[in-house]
């Protein structure tokens, strides 16, 4: 009957040990049972074993599951010191009351370190990318510095060769050679410089944030009017980024609880809308990642507008002119 008995109790200790759903849940309550019925026939103070299942509970996805587990606790408490001590006064029911306390309030305890972690986790993640963006927008600035320095030569020089054809056509080879050359400079520039830089579908980053900020307990919702717009891969990048900066923003500063997500076409403008409920940007200000989400729109001739006048909510609105062949048909 032990060996059953201690069987039964690994079993269901190593099924808790490996599952977060339901099955954590059985486990826990199978560990219970086998537990308690030790603790009535063996020893009281055998309930103190329930410390595996109870630290096991705390990391269950499902606040239900949680709760049938401590009541489970508390039923196999009350019957170990009712059969097994025939009153609730004597000595050992005084020593298990606090044991029974302590076990009814680990898994609440465990549950909030656990989402402590994983919002620490997504806050990291966050971070990175924002160190991932700031790089993008160091690679930027070195294109414009550098390829735009370096096609501006090639114009000056092209335009200096088109004279020459007729003035003095014996310096003309020597122009195009370096022109060439500087062509050959321009590509090895713009190969170095975005070599790392990778494409950001939108639709793949609209479900990441949306899962960002639903694990922050903010609910989010997402609608797209108009699914059946093909943007390119530098406006979808462009308009990822700015979803990812807005999304930033709203964990770290909007105390929000709900977010929605409206994406719709009119009269040639692709806008994507991201709204929340918190407690507006009147205390902050406009930051540099609001102005990062303004210089990207203004790159695709769009405009990013944020609207943050009342106390009850950010409005982030992105607007993209579309160009003709786009447009979605009816």
């Known amino acids: 009957m032990k060996i059953t008995l201690l069987l039964l109790y690994l079993g269901a200790f190593y099924n808790a040990l490996w599952h977060k759903n339901g099955r954590l849940l059985v486990a826990s309550l199978v560990g219970f049972i086998v537990i308690t019925i030790l603790s009535i026939y063996i020893e009281p103070f055998m309930l103190i074993f329930g410390f595996t299942f109870a ?97 501006t030569m090639i114009k000056i020089r092209t335009e200096l060769t088109t004279k020459l054809i007729d003035r003095d056509p014996s310096r003309v080879k020597q122009e195009l050679d370096d022109i060439l050359a500087t062509t050959r400079t321009a590509l090895k520039q713009v190969r170095e410089l975005v070599s790392d830089m990778n494409f950001i579908s939108l639709q793949t980053e609209l479900v990441h944030c949306k899962q960002l900020l639903q694990s922050a307990n903010i609910t989010t919702s997402l609608h797209n009017q108009c699914p059946q717009i093909v943007l390119s891969s530098v406006e979808e990048t462009m308009l990822a980024l700015c979803v990812r900066e807005a999304t930033t923003n709203i964990l770290k500063h909007s105390q929000a609880k709900k977010c929605h997500i409206i994406i719709q076409y009119h009269t040639g403008q692709y806008t994507l809308i991201m709204k929340d409920d918190g407690i507006g940007l009147q205390q902050k200000g406009f930051g540099n990642g609001i102005h990062s989400m303004k210089e990207r729109m203004h790159i695709l001739q769009g405009y990013a507008t944020i609207n943050s006048h009342t106390p009850t909510g950010t409005s982030v609105t992105l607007t993209l002119p579309i160009q003709d062949g786009k447009e979605p048909t009816s």
């Open 55 to 151: 630290d096991l509970l705390g990391r269950a996805k499902s606040k239900w599951h949680i709760g049938c587990g401590i009541l489970a606790i508390a039923i196999m408490f009350l019957t170990v010191m009712y059969l097994a001590t025939d009153s609730f006064l004597q000595k050992e029911s005084q020593v298990l009351v606090p044991i029974m306390m302590f076990q009814l309030v680990l898994p609440i305890l465990i549950y909030f370190v656990e989402k402590s972690k994983n919002l620490q986790a997504e806050l990291a993640d966050v971070n990175m990318q924002l160190v991932q963006q700031e790089e993008r927008q160091r690679i930027a600035r070195d294109l414009h510095d550098t390829i735009g320095h370096t096609l």
